[in-house]
């Protein structure tokens, strides 16, 4: 998470470097690390992020004493959550507050949202009283809310300042920070009621007032405590820059930016998959694997109870197993292929609910071309899985049999790969979480049960 | 794939649109609709551009010739690209090009591509001589690359201007642009040489040649044939507002900008998830069912085949099974829960794929982790099912035959789901392509090989 003023400047900041510090010579451990920072050997911070997380922490540590606090507070703005932490545990007390007041309220709420409570008091406590008052302000919002991302330091104006009052002012604040692009404009009780560009204003009579501007906008924004996916959606929807968070009484809070926006739709996307199957939906090859595996464990024992419930229904059937084993050859094909049919059917709704915003009927028109999907590709494959089991075994029944469950138990896992993560949401769960789990339950069950039980009673 | 330009500039829009179309009264069957856009009950034209796409085509026809050139052209702008299509081709070619030429010429590109040659053909030579050339340049980008997606209206100036000539230069610019945030500066050549904020312009002594406060950037680019998806990572990586775009001489084409690069996350996202399980990567509730018919079943048949490969192991054994059917309840078991569990490591790996560059060695480390939770998830579900195959059984050596089975097969489900990306990788196709079905094939026929294996060999 980084803020967008402070990335505004990004392109020009980079070179600087070079010329502002060569005061620093490190007489330490990581000379080499730290002047390759300024000899432009990284194009950006990020770049610079990158290299410094693959080195000790001894260096990592070694580094951030050895940065200027501003190169360190931007290269820290973009690690990774994990190693920002194990960075600032390991930073003296001065050092960490030091760069943590270089860093704009968001990015250092962020990092110190990490921290164990008392570790974090004692930095709170060093910081200016400003400072920590904003990011005490900022922890107490839910970091999975519009609340929790916003980036306060945004341009408000007043709506009764003239245009030409409104550029003084602007310039005036241009000298400690970058300009954003838009301006927010708020009434007596500091709530919202417009957003004017720059170039609103430049094109503006210098004498009129802000508020004679705004009269017919209709205006857009969040309250504080909606989830951030949704404020993902709607800055996507609108292709805002950065969309206003305000209180329920309509006092503008901050804004949450772009460039945060793309991290959630990144990380909705993990979400997303490896919720489907029951990993972490944080998990990435740098999660330790042991957390991997106390996190992967309880779902792979609710698939095992799941396909104990599918193995039940084959011990119903052991009697005519034990009669004509061709049909634990075949079952598998059944389950199998549903299976598929099914996490395709998945896939397509999943991806739907997360892109667009929740539509009912539209839904469960979806769940029916799936069905239809189902049905039909389910008659083509079993058509073809006839023929080929009649000439694997010359047994038409057994051909007849294969191609009615298998038909039957694809129609299902359609049906059923479409409408658990409708289930899902509408029981106020993650549509995707384990989805894909229940969906083979269903189809092996259901198709271990058809296939055998047509078996049993029109071949044995 | 909206303009940003045109986009920033949105929050003020909105509202003025009232103000200036009250003229239009539409003597016809929309006039509902037409009035509902201009008596501000759409808060954007996202909002409009929704409501019309749900209406007939005679209806959306007919609001596209009421409504004024710029509400059409902004509600067009937003609209998914079979509307835009659909409407389009069935609106007067008079009106077409009236609503085109308000678009952006990245827009109207997007439009336009959808088309068939014969009627873009129709439209371009009604176009402005100007705005056709434009939109034949960027036709002819491949649209998956930065040049296809990539907005011209960007502010470039020279490197030879002065700080107070530029700012002018923008403040002409302004009369009939939005004003973009940054300014692009170029040599002689027309090579992108730096970039400047309207904030470092503002700034500097009126004096100052321009390529004097480039001498020590270091300036991220793209090529115009770089895949999108590259761009979006590096633009997401930097967050950056727009990505220049310039050609294998370095002449700046245009600029990514980041609302085009959440739709490319977006549709990223989906593709993974759809590919992994064979449906089509661009498949939404919207596509036509018979359409998913047809992108599906090729990989229906491909896991057809796959499937018989595991059947056949199971054939290979069907005198073991005729002999003691118990097997063919158990087989299910070991064959779901490694498949499980190789379908974590799988979207795991997917997401790492997705969301950072590849990196070799980091990928095939991820590898081993996988294979340690996967052993270490292996024997803890091992040993817990040898219990309850004991206890439902009673017998020993089944429970252990069914526990070393299920322990290996997990083990291979998760170093196959860990590889198989990145086989797919490295042979340059997609790393999510119909990669749970290869998984599948796998892990089944594995699992069948070895359960019923060990059982032949020991217990019968």
Redesign the interface.
Known sequence: M?D?KK??????K???A??ENKVVTPQNNCRDEVNSIYT?EF??P?DAADHIENLSIEKQVCMMEHLSSEDAAEALAEMEERAQTDIIENLDVDVAVRILSEMSPDDATDVLDELDEEHRDVLLERLEADDAEEIRNLLAFDPDTAGGIMNTEIIILSQDLTADQAIMHI?RE?EDK??P??AYIVDSEERLVG??????L??CRPGTVLEE?L??????SVVFDEDKENVAHL???????AMPVVDYEGRLLGVVT??D???I??E???E???G????GQD???DTP??E??KV??P???I??MN??I???V??LF??S??QM?????????V???A???G??A???????L??ERFDRG??W??VL?EA??GA??GL??SL??MI?VFLFTQNVLLAQVMASALALDMLLGALAGASIPLILKELGRDPAQAS??FL?TLT?GFG?LIFLGLATMFIL
């Open positions: 980084t967008t990335q505004h400047n990004k392109q020009d980079v070179g600087k070079s010329e432009g194009a950006h990020a310039r241009m970058e300009i692009y838009y957003v004017l560009s720059l170039r609103n430049l094109l501007k009269s017919d906008q209709s205006l857009i800055l996507s929807r609108y292709n805002f820059m772009y460039d926006v793309i991290d739709i990144h909705e996307a993990s997303d998959m490896l489907m199957v029951g990993a998990e990435t090859v694997w042991l991997s595996v992967r464990l779902w792979l024992f698939n095992m396909s104990s599918s193995a039940y084959v011990f052991e009697g197993i034990a084993a061709i049909l634990a050859v075949l079952m598998p094909i389950a199998n292929q299976g598929n049919t996490q395709q998945l896939a397509v709704m999943i991806r739907q997360a892109v539209k839904s028109k979806a071309r239809k999907v039909l590709t083509i494959v073809l899985v080929g894909s789990i083979t092996d271990f």
